[in-house]
Structure formats: C-alpha cells, structure tokens
T-cell receptor, first 114, second 112 residues
Framework: NAGVTQTPKFQVLKTGQSMTLQCAQD?????MYWYRQDPGMGLRLIYY???????DKGEVPNGYNVSRLNKREFSLRLESAAPSQTSVYFC?????????????FGEGSRLTVL | GNSVTQMEGPVTLSEEAFLTINCTYT??????LFWYVQYPGEGLQLLLK?????DKGSNKGFEATYRKETTSFHLEKGSVQVSDSAVYFC???????????FGTGTKLQVIP
C-alpha cells in the first residue's frame, strides 16, 4: 500500500539553486495538493490540481511552479530557492468528484535553503 | 473566508488523563470538519470527521461533535496513552472550494 510517495525526503540547497519535488499517488485520485508546514503556521496550501490537466494557486504560490504530469503525478518546482522556502513540504491527494475533503498525505520532504 | 482556530500548545498530560483540544471555525456555507493527526516524522493522517451538524466523529477512542451553534469541533479522549503523543490538526472543507483549511496544530505530549 504505497499511497502517496514523495521524493526526495531531505534536500539541502543553496540560495538561487533550483529543484523539483516529486509526488505520485496510486489510489486513482483526481485531486492533488502541495502544502508547506512551518512552525506556528500550520499547513498552508501552495498549489492544487483539482483534476488532470488543471492547476490552481493556493495561499502561498509565489516562488513555486507545479506540473500535473498525469493523473498519478504532481510535481512542485522551486526555480530560484530562497531561505524563506526552508520548510517541510507535503503532497496530498483526495478522491474528488465529488471531493469530500478527506486528504491522504505523503511522508513529507524536508527542504533547507542556505 | 474560511478559517480554523485551535488552542495553543504544547499540551502535556500524564498517561490516563482526560484530553480536550479546542477547535472553532468560521466558514462560508456548510463545512465538513476533520481532525488529522501527525506522528513524529510522518505525514498527516485522518483521525475522524463529521459532515453535518450534531454528527459525532470517533476513532481510536477519540471523539468530536460538530456543534453548529457554537461553531466548534473539540477533540476529546477519556484516557490518553503515551502513544497518542503527536500533533493534532483541526480542519474544515466546504464543497465547491476544493481546498481544506487547517488550523495551526496542537502538540500533545503524554508522559508516563
């Protein structure tokens, strides 16, 4: 039962470097999400994809881009990393259509930007 | 807009103590309400949910009742265990918005 798989689990970047966080789900879910988790801030939505071929901004999209590659995969790209992007990133999916709001999370990717 | 407010942590309890974590919400429309739990080093997982007023969600000894009149969804457990140590997130979802709104989380530490 893989569920939602994120890679990498840990990454250290220097300011200005780029990287892509990968996410894949094997539950045939329609909707996928990227959140960041920061101390005292809870989870904040970066981008989401309600269905294959669509993406929308969440609360904190600046500095990020996303690609819904197919129904299974949803990647998050940092084009020019900044220290403010040091965080733990979670990918999640939900069945959708209709969306019940029940999310399934990956284990997280801890990113440090120096 | 939609928002969730939950009590500040950390909460430290002795094993077998009674637990309450408060959660209140503001929402446009008729939300579904959730409690998610995050164990150390892991992602969040759904603990329980309620989809309409007066519903009670329950799982693993935890309970929460959807109170529309007080816009609350407080989490309770009668007797906590060390294994319940985790961060608990209250959340809401309003159909049509495609987004789940989370509270800031409450860390629970249970000591033997």
């Amino acid at each position: 039962n893989a569920g939602v798989t994120q890679t990498p689990k840990f990454q250290v970047l220097k300011t200005g470097q780029s990287m892509t966080l990968q996410c894949a789900q094997d539950m045939n879910h329609n909707s996928m999400y990227w959140y960041r988790q920061d101390p005292g801030m809870g989870l904040r939505l970066i981008y989401y994809s309600a269905s294959e071929g669509t993406t929308d901004k969440g609360e904190v999209p600046n500095g990020y881009n996303v690609s819904r590659l197919n129904k299974r995969e949803f990647s998050l790209r940092l084009e020019s990393a900044a220290p403010s992007q040091t965080s733990v990133y979670f990918c999640a999916s939900s069945a959708g259509q209709p969306n019940t709001g029940e999310l399934f999370f990956g284990e997280g990717s801890r990113l440090t930007v120096l | 807009g939609n928002s969730v407010t939950q009590m500040e942590g950390p909460v430290t309890l002795s094993e077998e103590a009674f637990l309450t974590i408060n959660c209140t919400y503001t929402a446009t429309g008729y939300p579904s309400l959730f409690w998610y739990v995050q164990y150390p080093g892991e992602g969040l997982q759904l603990l329980l949910k309620a989809t309409k007023a007066d519903d009670k969600g329950s799982n693993k000894g935890f309970e929460a009742t959807y109170r529309k009149e007080t816009t609350s969804f407080h989490l309770e457990k009668g007797s906590v265990q060390v294994s319940d140590s985790a961060v608990y997130f209250c959340a809401l979802f309003v159909g049509g918005y495609q987004k789940v709104t989370f509270g800031t989380g409450t860390k629970l530490q249970v000591i033997p």
